[in-house]
């Protein structure tokens, strides 16, 4: 046995191997791309056999077996373009004139007498055969640089082999017009081509799974290794992303992962190009039913297998699909789709990835589930230790007032029981009623603060004349102690809840007095300006640090240079103000300087029409 003999004799094998291993692929999963497979190997693998027979018995077949020998090898390259239009998509008018090609060569063979093939007609075969393998090849080539991953290596093993395949079948088509020795040379370089035709077919069409492994290695790596950081992404949107990117890389589809949303017992998936949220029922589309079934399911028509979505599939152009449940330990928690616009020539290998892939965005999404757990017990602490403090200081500020009540209260009663006749003691009875006046206002205060929790603190609304309001108030809060000045520069109408607006100013003037040595004057102006109703209140009392002036307005907060001794208070009222400021569209602000005073800005809206100059 020769060198060369031992090239051909592994090559056929090769081929016979490659036939068995696909037709075992489709008869498990008889997609057209597996079909066009099997065809296509299965014409090698006959030729194979047929000549080894043939030669072993030494028959002499007939005319029109010959002849569809031939034809057989015509087909070939037909079939390859096949493939290529089972992955790309292949321009019809090219498809029909390689028929037209196939069928012109069967006619001529067929209609000539005799095996031998005329110089010209060997010429023609070889011609189209070439023509066909290198545009098949270069499709494969188009079409392997639109994929990732393992489909991109398996298309460029795939692209190599067809263009040896048609430089072989050149090569020897040429040679066979030769004389010795150009010709056994010429053709002794064809079968070389064909042994790595054969070997690249083989690692394209059925590659080992060892090798499978291996091409899918890098970009499962990367997206293995990137893996560990997703849960702490900042939304489940954005690791879905991610997740979908590394399984397109991966399986070299197009991927879409779609979560359970278990509050409105939906799947919740994000649609392209806007990222909108699209939610659907676990059941329908092909992933619904993936999901609801928690099953793997393939589809190489999805218009056909969920005919009720048939609109959707087509307007995306989508050809084939792989549906894979994600759950974890029972938990369903979404599902991962793979598809793409022609049916996937490696379906089996990108099952078993699909699988992978999804049990890796479980861990993921579990993770991250565990982690936005662990996020709302925090919150749900805080939310306690808030409630507590809230709780701890309205007990603290109500129970001094009450305390004064009560032992003022038990001492009148003393008295009266001791000396019924003796006169009612004003001074005390003043102090019960100061202090309970007192306990009423912090009542009220909480209430405020809880509808203001509800944004309910703003009811019925009317024209209210702001300059008379103040005007008003200000003259009933005129006390030996502190004088209240207002300066009103034009009439300032706005449509404001009355009582509120009346809350908010005497809020503002009772801390300008609280918070000022005696005898200091507070100033209250009222004006327009920019569209605005403006009210300031100044004082010259103790100021606010610079570090405060950003919270004053929070709940519960106090200035650091005030204490409770001096001063009481619970921290509610300017949070009360900012409430019903911000509940009527306007904003609310101070300005202050330690040691020299403060001015509480307030911006309400005017009404359109009652803007008066
Ligand atoms: P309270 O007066 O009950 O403490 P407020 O919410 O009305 O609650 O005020 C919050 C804090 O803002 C006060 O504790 C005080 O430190 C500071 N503050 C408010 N008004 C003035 C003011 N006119 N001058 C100085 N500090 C003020």
Redesign the pocket.
């Known amino acids: 046995m020769t060198a060369l003999d031992l090239i051909t004799g592994v090559t056929q094998a090769i081929f016979v191997l490659i036939f068995l291993l696909v037709t075992v692929r489709t008869i498990s999963h008889p997609t057209p791309a597996h079909i066009d497979m099997s065809v296509f190997f299965g014409i090698l693998a006959f030729l194979v056999v047929e000549t080894r027979v043939a030669t072993y018995l030494g028959v002499k077949q007939p005319d029109w077996y010959n002849d569809t020998v031939i034809v057989l090898v015509i087909a070939l390259p037909y079939i390859l373009l096949r493939l290529v239009d089972d992955f790309a998509r292949v321009p019809t008018l090219v498809k029909r004139a390689a028929e037209v090609g196939l069928v012109a060569f069967a006619v001529a063979l067929y209609a000539t007498p005799g095996s031998q093939l005329q110089p010209e007609m060997t010429l023609a075969i070889v011609a189209y055969f070439v023509l066909l393998s290198f545009y098949s090849g270069a499709g494969f080539i188009d079409a392997s640089r639109r994929t990732q991953g393992v489909t991109q290596r398996r298309m460029q093993a795939i692209s190599i082999g067809t263009i040896f395949f048609g430089v072989e079948i050149l090569m020897s088509g040429i040679g066979g017009l030769l004389q010795e020795p150009d010709r056994t040379l010429l053709t002794a370089s064809g079968q070389v081509l064909g042994l790595l035709a054969a070997v690249a077919f083989y690692l394209g069409f059925a590659p080992p799974a060892f090798l499978r492994q291996a091409w899918q290695a890098p970009e499962l790596r990367a997206f293995l290794a990137r893996a560990a950081d997703l849960p702490r992404l900042p939304a489940t949107f954005d690791i879905v992303r991610e997740l979908e990117k590394g399984a397109a890389a991966s399986t070299g589809s197009s991927a879409r992962i779609a979560v359970w949303d278990e509050d409105i017992a939906k799947l919740r998936a994000w649609r392209d190009p806007d990222n909108e949220t699209i939610h659907f029922d676990s059941g329908s589309f092909v992933s619904g039913r993936a999901f609801e079934l928690q099953r793997l399911i393939f589809t190489t028509d999805p218009i056909r297998d969920d005919p009720a979505n048939a609109d959707s599939y087509r307007r995306a152009g989508t050809g084939a699909m792989i549906a894979t449940p994600i759950s974890a330990g029972g938990r369903r928690l979404g599902v991962l789709t793979l598809y793409a616009q022609r049916s996937p020539i490696f379906a089996a290998s990108d099952m078993e990835l699909a699988r992978l892939l999804a049990d890796q965005a479980a861990v993921i999404l579990e993770s991250r589930a565990l982690i936005d757990h662990a996020a709302r017990v925090r919150a749900q602490e805080e939310a306690n230790r808030l409630k507590e403090d809230f709780v701890s200081a309205a007990a603290h500020d109500l129970k001094t007032p009450l305390t004064t009540v009560v032992a003022q209260a038990e001492f009148l009663e003393r008295k009266a029981l001791r000396d019924p006749s003796s006169p009612a003691d004003l001074q005390g009875l003043q102090r019960i009623v100061r202090e309970g006046k007192r306990l009423a206002a912090l009542v009220t205060d909480l209430l405020d603060a809880a509808r203001l929790e509800q944004g309910r603190l703003v009811s019925e609304r009317e024209p209210v004349d702001l300059g008379t309001l103040v005007s008003e108030l200000c003259g009933r809060q005129q006390t030996d102690v502190h004088s209240c000045a207002v300066d009103v520069r034009g009439a300032v109408v706005g449509v404001y809840d009355r009582r509120r607006i009346e809350q908010l100013v005497e809020?503002l003037v009772e801390?300008?007095r609280?918070?000022?040595p005696d005898a200091t004057p507070v100033d209250v102006t009222v004006w327009q300006q920019d569209g605005e109703a403006r009210i300031a209140v100044r004082?010259h009392?103790?100021?606010?640090p610079p570090t405060?002036l950003p919270t004053?307005f929070e709940r519960f907060?106090?200035?650091s240079?005030?204490d409770d001794r001096r001063?009481?208070?619970?921290?509610?009222?300017?949070?009360i103000?900012r409430g019903i400021v911000e509940e009527h569209g306007g904003r609310i602000w101070a300005e202050?300087e330690v040691g020299k005073g403060?001015t509480?800005h307030v911006a309400l809206p005017l009404q359109e029409g009652r803007r008066l100059n």
């Open positions: 809020n801390n300008a609280k918070y000022s004082d009392g103790i100021g606010i405060d004053i907060s106090r200035g240079n005030v001063f009481h208070g619970m921290g509610l009222g300017l949070y103000c202050s403060s509480f």
